[in-house]
Every structure is written in structure tokens, then in C-alpha cells.
């Protein structure tokens, strides 16, 4: 049976997903060989796939564009209550978030799955943005690391990128009481103990506040939606599409088999 | 440019140290503007209205190419005052256009924080030899182009992104779509040059004006190395669809919007045209009582001089 994954395509980066995914499905072998790649444009495509990739890109303008081509509900529905699972790379981490701080005027429409509040252009405008080095212990248990030892460094791309500053407690949220916390899946150090150096010496940390002295929250989990500050989409390298992609043959594939 | 002497390297390093400023970053941007809409606004009012309708970046500008063409004289950077106005208005990229060659507007700019600066021939050139040398900026630049040979020299000279020409302010969109046909005739040919060997790749590299490296690497690719937007004449969402589907990975309109009767709903339009730039029923849907579009001026009528297509080296 075929495992369809698509990529919203609605503004950005969402070739070089597909691009990514593709490679990706052929190294995990016989155990992605089924995989079909779409882009996604509408709902109809939408309800088709099961597992969806939000990439990179202007997350105003997806958001504005899914709400005009009716697709804000229908990503809703596949996110929190079909809970498939989904990846948000920059801007998509912003449509998973539950809150963005620093929107536009007026804010904007959230898809929402990940009980965290992101700050969007964290590091400020594009002179800013940059590439450097991430630890992703994640990486460790993706197939081809043999599950042992430290796995060699991430290039993270940082293109005016949005980070995560803070962990909602989703207590009190009745739709879905059943929820895990949000797991922390990568951090960037120094960086934010280096924007708060005058509060470092307050090292109380209110509950659901990122501790200050962990860095910058670049990459969560949260049940089925994962997302990341970053942009693997922009590298050669396919160790995060091939993590992802396995979990979600394993997910989706142990309901049919 | 040829960070490697083998063209340009799109994707991230695969590791070492600290942060830096690389090609990649400077080209990612624009991988992230792709299928969106980049709108020519000139006040905060007019930023605001183009971020609501789903622009990805705005061109921050003083006057719209079709109003610098009416007005004539010398056309220039805006003032920083514009610039930091419309910046503090929206949240999406803001790019500002500088005049062909001129490296101390640049520095302007790039001191303003702008996201991206169009070295642009819609202003009046600075330098009638050289343009600016990008690869010394941390701002990445996007350059207009005619051809292939165009596209690749501003490349080679750190372009981070291209867009076609077209004749901006006219609202006829003719232009932009003979120099995307000829930016695809070209690759076309280099793909030619690449099947009979090296020779003809340098052979024609000379032909066209441009680095053999950069050449080989785009007939290896089959498209430009760096994201390729249409840009010059672009004043309908069907206008937007058709230079989509001529391969473009993006669209801006200039005087299109704001030259138009329903500014707002006309950039909707487009934005949802180039989204679903393969879907006719959306584009019939999108494409139905817009008002009046810009008047525009027909091309053809243009004499040589009057185009500002020319501009450039």
C-alpha cells in the first residue's frame, strides 16, 4: 500500500522538500520504496495524504492563501484530530504554533498542534540570518546511525528564522486533554543566554518558560507535529527527512500492516 | 562568482565552526519567496494593504515605475525615511531598489537593514560600464536580465537571485515573456553545448558573455542556479499564471496594483493566480471583477529609448 506524504505548496521552499523526500525514500530502501510524493494545493489533495511537510517560506502569506483557498480547517482537522503526522520547517513552525508573537498587525490565523508560542524573526531581518553547526541528539536513532554515538554536526539554516520562547501548558484545553508535553528536540547555545545576560542572574523560571540558560528552542515535538526554526530543505544533507520519513512509515504503516 | 571554481554552491556547507555569511544564505531568502508575490508599494498605507492580501516581500519605492516613466528626470534610491516608514509597517522581507552601479546607495541600503536590494535598471544607471560588485555584501541582490548571458554576468557578480526585465510601468507583459523564452531558448542551447563536450560549453560562454563554470552548472541543471522571478508588465492574475507557467518560480508586480482601480483585491487576485497558477478554475474565479487594470502602454509604440530594458551591461 502507497504512503502518501505531501508538501503544502501554497508559497516556498516546498520543492526542495520534495526534492529531499524523494532521496530520503530511497535510502530507507524497501521500507520507503511505496512512498508518493504530492504537492498540496487544496483540500482534495490534502485529504489524501497521510503525513504532510509545512515548508519554509512567508508564513503570513500561507496563512492568508490557505485561508482564501479554504484550507485553514481542513489543516486544522489533519493536524488535531486525525493527528497525522506533520512537519514544520521556519514559517511552518509558525502555522503549528498555537501563538506567534511578533505577527503582523492585527496577527495572523494560526494552524496550530504544537502548545508552544513562537517568536517569528527572532534574530531580526535577513543581515542576520546565518548557518551554523546544530547537535541534534535525535539524530543518533536514525536509521544509518546504527543507533550509536554522537551524530555528526547539523548545518542549520537560520533565514530570518522564528525560535521557540515558550512551552504552553495545554491543561485546560478541552479539545484535547489527552496531549503529551512538547518535547525539546534541539537547542541553539549561547545565543539567548547572550540577548538576556542582564536576567541571567534571576535563574527562577516561571513554569512553561524555555529555562534561560538551555539557549534558543530551535527544533520541539509535540505527539504527531514536529517542527524546526531551521531550514533543512536548504542542505544536501537528508538525516532529518530520513528520521521523519521513518517514523512516519512506522506510524502510518503499522495501521495496515 | 564561483566560490569553488565550479559554479555556485546552493546548498549549506555540510559542516564546520561558527555561523557565517554564505552564498546559501543569501539564496535561501529567495528559495523562500518562491511562488509568492513581491508588490512595489511606496507608503506604509500601501505596505500594510499588500501584507494582507498575501504579498511575500515588499519593493519599498518612492515612485512606481509607471510614474517614474510619466515623470521623467533622474530616478534614484528612495529616501531612508521611506524605507525605515514601510519596514516598521509590515513583516514580511522589504527590499528597496538601487541604481545599476551604484555601490554607495547599496551601502545605504544595506546599513538600513533592507532584506534584499534590486540593482535595478527601473532607476537611472550610475555606471554605464560596470554594475556592483554583490559578492562584497551581506544583503543579498536580485538583478534584472534579458538572456541567459545576462542572468549568469550578474550571478558571477553575486546575484543571489534573478528576475526577467519585462518593461516595468507599461502593464503589457510581452517583454518579461520574450526574455523568459530567451533565458529557456539559451539553457537550452548550453544544454546542446554540454551534450557535445567542454569545447562547446566554453565556445559558447564566450558567445553569450559569461563564466563557462556558471554556464555548464545551468545546463547540468537544466534551469538557473539561483530563483528565477518574472518582473516588468505583469498586471493580471492571468498575466501572473502565464509567466508561471512559463517557468518563473515567482512573480512582481509593480505598477500593476496600485495603478489599478481595486488595489486590494486586485493583489489578492494574484497572489491566489500564483498559487494556483495551473488551476483555471481558480484563475477564472480570481480573475472576475477586479475593476479597471492599469491603462498601461503598449510596447510595441515604445521607441528604444524610451525602454528601460536596455539599461544594463
Redesign the interface.
Known sequence: MTLTVGVL????????HINLLRKASRQLGPRGQDTKLIEV??STELSTCDALVIP???S??MA??AA??GLLEPLRKFVKVDKKPVWGT??GLILLAEAAN????GGQELVGGLAVRVH??HF????E?????LSLPFLASSPGQNGSGTP??Y?G?F??APIVEALLTSEGSPDSPERSPVEIMGVLPGRRTKATAASTTAPDTKPGEVPKDLGDVIAVRQDNVFGTSF?PE????TRIHVWWLDQVVERVGGQWR | MGENGDGINL????????????F??KA??A??????VIMDVTDAVQA?IA???????VMALERVPADIRRDGGVARMSDPDKIKEIQA?????VMAKARIGHFVECQIL?AL????IDESEVLTPADNMFHVEKSDF???FVCGCRNLGEALRRIAEGAAMIRTKGEAGTGDVVEAVKHMRTVKRDIAQAQAALAEGETSVRQLARELGCDAALLKQTAELGRLPVVNFAAGGVATPADAALMMQLGCDGVFVGSGIFKSGDATKRA?AI??A???FK?AK?LAEVSTGLGEAMVGINCDKMKPEEKMAGRGW
Open positions: 505548496a501554497l508559497q516556498g521552499g516546498f520543492y526542495e494545493r487544496n519554509g517560506g512567508e503570513t502569506t492568508l492563501v482564501q483557498s521556519c514559517a511578533d505577527t503582523k498587525k517569528r524573526n531580526g531581518r535577513q543581515v540570518s546565518f548557518i551554523t553547526d555528526a554536526p548545518s539554516v533565514i530570518r531550514h536548504l542542505t544536501d544533507d | 546548498a549549506a556547507p555540510a559542516t564546520n565552526g561558527a555561523s557565517k555569511k554564505t546559501a544564505v535561501g531568502l528559495q523562500m519567496l518562491k511562488g509568492g500594510r501584507e494582507e492580501a498575501g504579498a511575500c516581500a509597517a509590515v513583516s514580511i522581507p544595506e537593514a533592507v532584506d534584499y551581506n544583503v543579498p489578492k497572489v491566489q500564483v498559487t494556483h488551476d481558480v
